[in-house]
């Protein structure tokens, strides 16, 4: 065979267009012609609004000036989620990007938390991580190299509009020569003897072949499941919800609005997740709008309430009618199959929770190009892909779980089937070690570290027996010295912070 050099991506959705860019951008025109198709008739799925830190590792690879994309896509800063009424109904906690504490020679900096509290002393968790205090104070700014200051520890990802994220990214894909076509592939030609897909047919009859094709054709999976025959592993099981409806509203004004200064409300500088009787409404503000979202599953509540729900706990005036989106929690048994490679919901679709699926499209293209084919395709590179993604899959999904698993709600038959569903294998142990000495370990490729698990599961309302004895290490004293300083400097820090709304309208506000 010879060197792939033509790769056609079926879809320009967030999926379709980020591949298209970082391949434009590290392969470039002179090794590879890039071509992407997409019919507008079709559209995007149109959601997919929060993102978390990693995306910085995506932008410095395109090499994007971070205040540009900012403006164009009118993007807003995130420190972390805030999950309201999930333990149970009046209680909320954060889960924040950025470790808690400083350096702690080494121990993890929970199980000194751990010891404080058995000394009496209830400060939350959240106290000792600056994006947490931030977002409660409303603030927002990049780090700065400040010796032995939090400040310089700010980790943060972005909210921005998925419809001009994608233009952003065409712009920036055309301009590297990748080329777009407009059109609806109706078919697909395969070779009768290797079973290798060879063109796409568009509705006018053109014909568009390649030697390696990337499926960001969203839900439909057009080539990997329609042609190449992929089948899907349902987690229905472990991820009930299996719909959503989302519905952007009006920015709210705030009261200097109402006094004639045409400002607006400060937006949040984070998601917020509220827990519902049957799943779970999204918060996502950006500069021009907020986006708002019910996911929930149809097995235990009907649509028509599901909807009433969220347009009863809106805070300002929707803008358009509400959107049904339908989806099932999994992956295809193949991410990557002959010379077709999935990416995006074509490869699978875990709910939006913690914002991971842009995460999984960014590590889809990143491990494409770590094996990227030569001449031909190995069998031994495709099924190490299949590995990875699946592993990926599995311990996002088990981090999801925790959050539905563990919770003192039951206050209706979704929460009490989420309280006493069957265990993903590997989650059970993770709960029996942190319920014994507070432990938590970070398996390899898994994306949540440490500070994720330990948020979510002292929020969630997890106890745990004793703490790490390795805290021991500092007496009594030591530690509430050492953890009412570290308190005190991200307080500080937190106070020194420009308002959100007042570093974006500084840097980046929108035209
Ligand atoms: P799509 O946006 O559906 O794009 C598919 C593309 O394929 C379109 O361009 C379409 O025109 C094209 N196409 C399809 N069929 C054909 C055809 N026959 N011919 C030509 N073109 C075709 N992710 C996050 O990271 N954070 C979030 O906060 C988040 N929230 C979400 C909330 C919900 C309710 C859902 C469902 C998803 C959410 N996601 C989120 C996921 C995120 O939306 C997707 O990962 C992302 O938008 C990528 O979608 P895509 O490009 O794979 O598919």
């Known amino acids: ?256 609005e109402a006094l004639g200064q045409n400002k607006y409300a400060n937006p949040t500088p984070y998601t917020r997740s509220t827990a519902r009787e049957a799943g779970w409404q999204w918060r996502i503000p950006l500069q021009h709008r907020t986006g708002n979202g019910y996911v929930f599953s149809n097995n235990f509540i009907d649509e028509q309430a599901a909807m009433d729900t969220l347009l009863q706990n809106l805070d300002a005036k929707p803008l358009k009618d509400p959107m049904l989106i339908k989806f099932q929690g999994g992956h295809r048994h193949k991410f990557w199959e002959k010379n077709v490679v999935a990416i995006g919901l074509a490869s699978g679709f875990m709910e939006p929770l913690e914002s991971t699926s842009i995460h999984l499209i960014q590590v889809g293209i990143a491990k494409l190009l770590q094996m990227f084919p030569d001449k031909g395709f190995e069998q031994a590179d495709i099924n190490r892909y299949n590995m990875m993604s699946v592993r990926e899959y599995e311990y996002i999904r088990d981090f999801l779980v925790l959050h539905f698993n563990q919770t003192e709600r039951d206050d209706s038959e979704y929460w009490r089937y989420c309280r006493n569903m069957e265990l993903p294998p590997r989650l059970q142990e993770k709960y029996d070690l942190f319920q014994s000495r507070g432990r938590i370990f970070r398996e390899n490729e898994e994306l949540f570290n440490d500070t994720s698990w330990f948020a979510v599961m002292v929020g969630q309302g997890m106890t745990w027996r004793g703490y790490d004895p390795v805290a021991d290490v500092m007496t009594d004293e030591d530690v509430k010295r050492q953890l009412f300083g570290i308190k005190d400097a991200i307080r500080k820090s937190s106070d020194y912070m420009p308002t959100h709304e007042d570093f974006i309208r500084a840097n980046c506000a929108m035209d």
């Open 1 to 256: 065979m010879e060197t792939i050099r033509n790769i056609v991506i079926v879809g320009g959705g967030t999926a379709g267009w980020m591949t298209a860019a970082a391949l434009s951008k590290i392969l470039g025109p002179q090794y590879a012609d890039i071509t992407l198709v997409e019919s507008e008739d079709i559209g995007t799925v149109g959601v997919g609004e929060a993102t978390i830190p990693q995306i910085n590792i995506f932008n410095r690879l395109l090499g994007l000036k971070e205040d540009d994309f900012i403006r164009q896509t009118n993007g807003t800063f995130k420190l972390g989620i805030e999950f309201v009424d999930w333990a149970r109904k009046g209680h909320s906690y954060f889960h924040p990007f950025g470790p808690y504490g400083f350096d702690m020679k080494g121990v993890s900096f929970h199980a000194f938390w751990q010891k404080l509290q058995t000394l009496g002393v209830s400060d939350s968790i959240s106290d000792y991580n600056l994006q947490a205090v931030a977002a409660r104070d409303g603030k927002f700014m990049r780090p700065v190299q400040v010796e032995n200051s939090p400040l310089s520890t700010i980790a943060y990802a972005f909210h921005f509009d998925a419809g001009l994220y994608a233009k952003f990214l065409r712009r920036f894909s055309e301009g590297l020569g990748a080329q777009r076509i407009e059109g609806r592939i109706v078919s697909a030609d395969k070779n009768a003897d290797t079973g290798f897909l060879e063109a796409v047919v568009l509705n006018d009859g053109r014909r568009i072949e390649g030697d390696l094709f990337i499926d960001c054709s969203g839900f439909r999976g057009l080539l990997i499941g329609q042609q190449m025959g992929v089948g899907y592993e349902d987690w229905s099981k472990w991820l009930p919800n299996n719909r959503a409806w989302a519905v952007p509203t009006e920015r709210v004004p705030s009261r200097s």
